[in-house]
């Protein structure tokens, strides 16, 4: 980075941007509104449509990674997608729901889809998918709708223990750790850090003049596209390893004060 200046900032919503109510800290899109030379990124697990509303103002000045990477979206547009096979789908539903018991959401491009459960599971998927299907057949979702991945809710909350003990995993597919009770299942190639490099290389933006909050360990590999890498304080310790610093908690608007810091670059 020649200059010395950031051209890319990219942030994840959960335990990141969001405090615990889930709300967006002030000041943040006037940031994005008047810092229109710096490309301002949002990469969460969630559903694009939920992830669009969040930001009324400065949406349209911002492109998204949503799904944990299988998509990417820019002025309402989908310029990147990494969809799954049918037949990897089934044997995903097979191995975590039928098998395991645990409730599985279908995300596709159009909408997500997902079996009546416990009034829980029913609250979370409403506050992670704007567009969301209650459906007897989800094996019938995947003729009209591209899936992109399946989210597995844990209802004990015990995801981090659970992955720990994974085996016989389907073979095309790769399993990641979103929280303390969503894994988040897609074909092997799908990250975040797959679907920054593709904003990267589109934009022509080196990795030195980008910017990457994140709490958890589905945000390490889009970290490791950025050059300034941030965990926030309350991360998991495996991503704080891996972040150049530290920031303030997402209950301290973390992301905010960093940002606050570039305009005098």
Known sequence: ????????????????????????????????????EIKTVIA????????????????????????NGGLVAEQGAFIYLNTMQPEDVKACVERFSVRDGHSVILCG???????????????????????LT???DLEGCMEKDQIIKLA??????????????????PEKVNVALSGDCWL???????????ALQFVQERYQIDAA?????????NDESMMRQCEESY?????HPGLKEAAKYIAPSNEEAGVMQILAGLDGQ
């Open 1 to 36: 980075m020649k200059d010395g200046k950031i051209r890319l900032v990219v942030t994840d919503l959960d335990g990141t941007l969001l405090n615990s109510r889930k709300e967006v800290p002030a000041g943040f899109e006037d940031w994005v509104c008047g810092h229109p």
């Open 44 to 67: 969460s697990g969630r559903q694009y449509y939920n992830i669009y509303k969040l930001f009324p103002k400065a949406a349209q000045k911002m492109l998204f990674i949503a799904d």
């Open 109 to 131: 491009v159009k909408s997500a889809y997902v079996k009546h459960g416990s009034a829980d599971l029913e609250k979370n998927a409403h506050m992670y998918y704007e567009r």
């Open 134 to 136: 209650f459906t007897d």
């Open 152 to 169: 597995v809710f844990i209802e004990d909350y015990s995801a981090v223990s659970y992955y720990s003990g994974l085996t016989d995993i």
């Open 184 to 194: 988040d299942i897609a074909n092997k190639e799908v990250s975040k850090g797959v």
């Open 209 to 217: 003049a980008c910017m990457a909050f994140g709490d958890f360990l």
């Open 231 to 235: 965990a926030m304080s309350n991360a």
